[in-house]
């Protein structure tokens, strides 16, 4: 009879074997192992519920009031978890009988840490699905970055979206369970809504023509929790049949540098506002948030020509703001991309996995942006791919254009388009929003970037040829500047959004389109279950830190054609190019 050592995952042919199994050294080894798994498990919690200004500091701090903490880990990034390890269980017991705990306005919801299959394994098991370091670390240091790795698979099996996924029937479930996770919320937009109220209130006393304007992702469709709110002050100063008002006085801030405003008592109406610079009205708003706005703090301004901001964190809320006063070109560009969030529930999911994707693999996102694809970009590369699928899930900007009544020019720029989406017609596109994810990273792994601008005004490439000629004769694309990679905005033609992107970023992305579309390739069909871990599916593959091993070490040893991937995951990858063109070309 067969006897199965649970501790050791193993089978023994009889029970005197068993008696000699556990006996032996490697059981007893891997006993202590999975004993002290036991107690850290029941001497740990689980905690969730973190707002994006949630701070690691302030969590450990309000926890060790319940004993004394032996190890912390917050998911600082993504702020979605964080499990806190006490010395004694009592502590932790206490923490999970409280359930709720409030801290600085929001509510963690505190659990038992769950004892997962993975985690009673032996290490040595564990560790086998990683490659080897390249040197060979002292005894100590191997033992405290096992217990690091750990933690990491801790991080990614605990991570409460990926967790959800687990029970979702399909990936298109998977999508729609992403989206609604992290998708603002009515409180969200109620929250966003009123501190624009409360900002308007301010500065309406100094500036009484003014009104205040939400833009970009916290009105697009796109907007994640925590998101920035991107706020246009429009001082309506060139419009000239505004008729002023009786206001009460005020004392305007002292701004240095202001020269062109003599007078240090308000209101300021067009007059006095026509003869500042923008960086001057910038910096004026900033000395009236910092004097007076309840709850806005870390002010500065950031100078440009055409777009100064004043960026400030409302402490109420924790969310970042960026204020601008020049902005209405952003104003038209939210109001499209809103258009095309509501035209297909598609787009949403798209949108809302691909920048979760993005974000997660480095390649996108506006903290510290540098040379990555800003958020409003990687929404336009989304919508542009739309555009080309056959047939088409959106219409071309032109087409929006061509249905609207009316011309509405925005700085010299024809910024037209329909906004009443019942006159837009419904699209013959029936295409699943996981097959759609899965030729996404098709299409763009197959684009020569260096070849052509991106149109999503025609929703077509113009090869680069082409482009220049046009440039030549037309002043309005004039200054146009090629990059790596060339995405035109849809109303500044001059405008290349992708400007920033330099060629070693443009590398990485197409490898990451690459990557992304070998993994999802044919992942609604059965070819799909061989590639993938029994219990890793659809979005949990690709959104995993880690690629399976079916990606990698099956091909270490074969050396031509390789790339190393070492700076996408935790640990050395060598992928090899003609696997990926092989399975992801063909199609
Ligand atoms: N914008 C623009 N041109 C750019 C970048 C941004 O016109 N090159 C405008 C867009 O209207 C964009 C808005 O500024 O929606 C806000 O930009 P940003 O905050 O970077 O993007 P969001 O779409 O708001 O994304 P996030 O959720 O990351 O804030
Ligand atoms: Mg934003």
Redesign the pocket.
């Known amino acids: 009879m067969v006897v199965y050592c649970e501790i050791c995952q193993t089978s023994v042919p009889s029970d005197a074997a068993m008696l000699q199994h556990l006996k032996g050294k490697k059981h007893i080894k891997n006993a202590k192992t999975v004993d002290l798994r036991d107690r850290q498990i029941r001497c740990s919690v689980f905690v969730r519920g973190f707002p994006s200004y949630a701070r690691e500091f302030d969590i450990q701090n309000y926890f060790s009031e319940y004993g004394k903490i032996l190890s912390f880990y917050f998911d600082s990034n993504r702020k979605h978890f964080a499990i806190i390890e006490y010395e004694h269980v009592e502590s932790a017991q206490q923490v999970i009988k409280g359930r709720h705990h409030s801290l600085n306005g929001y509510t963690m919801v505190a659990k038992e840490r769950e004892n997962k299959p993975a985690h009673n394994k032996p290490m040595a098991s564990t560790s086998q699905n990683r490659s080897k370091p390249n040197t060979k670390p002292n005894k100590k240091k191997k033992l405290l970055a096992k217990s690091a790795k750990e933690e990491e698979t801790v991080e990614k099996e605990d991570s409460a979206i990926i967790h959800m996924f687990k029970n979702a029937e399909s990936i298109n479930e998977q999508m729609a369970i992403l989206k609604d996770s992290m998708a603002l919320t009515k409180e969200d937009f109620k929250q966003r809504n009123s501190i624009c109220k409360m900002l308007l209130e301010l500065l309406q006393p100094y500036f009484p023509e003014s009104t205040l304007h939400q833009?970009?992702?916290?009105v697009?469709g796109?907007?994640?929790k925590g998101?920035?709110l991107?706020l246009f002050l429009d001082f309506n100063d060139d419009k000239h049949e505004l008729k002023q008002k009786q206001h009460r006085p005020v004392q305007l801030p002292y701004v240095r540098d202001i020269t062109t405003l003599k007078k240090s008592c308000g209101p300021l109406y067009s007059n006095d506002l026509q003869q500042m610079s923008l960086y001057d009205k910038v910096k004026l708003v900033s000395r009236i948030l910092c004097e007076k706005g309840p709850g806005c703090n870390d002010i500065f301004c950031i100078p440009s020509t055409r777009c100064p901001v004043v960026r400030f964190v409302h402490e109420p809320s924790g969310l970042k703001c960026?204020l601008s006063v020049n902005?209405r070109?952003?104003?038209?560009?939210?109001q499209l991309?809103a258009v095309y969030s509501s035209l297909d529930e598609r787009v949403k999911l798209l949108v809302f996995t691909i920048?979760y994707w993005a974000k997660l693999r480095k390649i996108a996102?506006?903290?510290n942006?540098g040379p990555r694809l800003?958020?409003?970009?990687l929404?336009l590369l989304v919508v542009y791919y739309l555009q080309n699928t056959s047939p088409p899930v959106l219409p071309s900007v032109k087409t929006l254009a061509e249905l609207s009544d009316s011309t509405t020019m925005i700085d010299g720029w024809d910024c037209s388009f329909v906004k009443d989406i019942s006159l837009i017609p419904k699209t013959q596109n029936t295409t699943s929003e996981a097959e759609l994810l899965e030729k996404f990273f098709q299409f763009y792994s197959q684009t020569e970037f260096s070849a052509a601008v991106l149109q999503c005004q025609y929703g077509k490439p113009k090869l680069l040829t082409a482009f220049a000629e046009e440039m030549s004769q037309s002043s309005q694309l004039v200054n146009f500047k090629f990059g790596p990679i060339s995405v035109q905005?849809p109303f500044?033609l001059e405008?290349n959004?992708t400007l920033?992107v330099n060629e070693k970023t443009k590398h990485k992305i197409v490898d990451q389109f690459r990557i992304s579309s070998l993994m999802s390739c044919n992942w609604s069909s059965d070819n799909h279950s061989k590639l993938v871990r029994e219990e890793q599916w659809g979005l949990m593959m690709l959104l995993a830190e880690e690629l399976p091993r079916e990606f990698t070490e099956s091909h270490q040893s074969e050396h031509e054609d390789i790339i190393r991937c070492d700076d996408m995951y935790s640990f050395p990858i060598v992928f090899k190019m003609s696997m990926l063109s092989e399975i992801a070309f063909k199609q």
């Open positions: 833009f970009g992702s916290s697009n796109f907007g994640v998101c920035d991107d960026d902005n070109l952003a104003l038209r560009n939210t991309l920048r996102g506006n903290e942006a800003t958020n409003y970009a929404t905005d500044v405008h959004i920033n």
